[in-house]
């Protein structure tokens, strides 16, 4: 059964860090495109982060750029995001996608998706 679980959500102080897990089970994502994602409350989902399968890359949204870090564990099955000084603005759902051989990461595109963890960033 294909799988993306998220993890490592929860409430943190502005300025503060979370690292989100999202482990894969039922594929293997070597050869995936791994999106990360959020949705605020009453705001249309916007993409976070991307690993693109090819060519091997990673981009990220001018709002979390040198902020926020994606990586992936092959060896786990895993991507991580680590994220660094906080904002108020950063309050969402997250979540992690998958989509296969993909070179960029369509937020309405991709073909497995995770629940989705909470982050919520206040004082």
């Known amino acids: 059964q294909v799988q993306l679980v998220e993890s490592g959500g929860g409430l943190v102080q502005p300025g503060g860090s979370l690292r989100l897990s999202c482990a894969a089970s039922g594929f293997t994502l070597d050869y995936y495109a791994i999106g990360w994602f959020r949705q605020a409350p009453g705001k249309e989902r916007e993409g976070v982060s991307c690993?693109?399968?090819?060519?091997?890359?990673?981009y990220y949204a001018d709002s979390v750029k040198g902020r926020f870090t994606s990586s992936r564990d092959n060896v786990k099955n895993t991507v991580y995001l680590q994220m660094n000084s906080l904002k108020p603005e950063d309050t969402a759902v997250y979540f992690c996608a998958a989509d296969p051989l993909s070179s960029w990461c369509p937020p309405h595109g991709m073909e497995f998706w995770g629940e989705g963890t909470l982050v919520t960033v206040s004082s």
């Open positions: 690993i693109s399968y090819s060519p091997a890359n990673t």
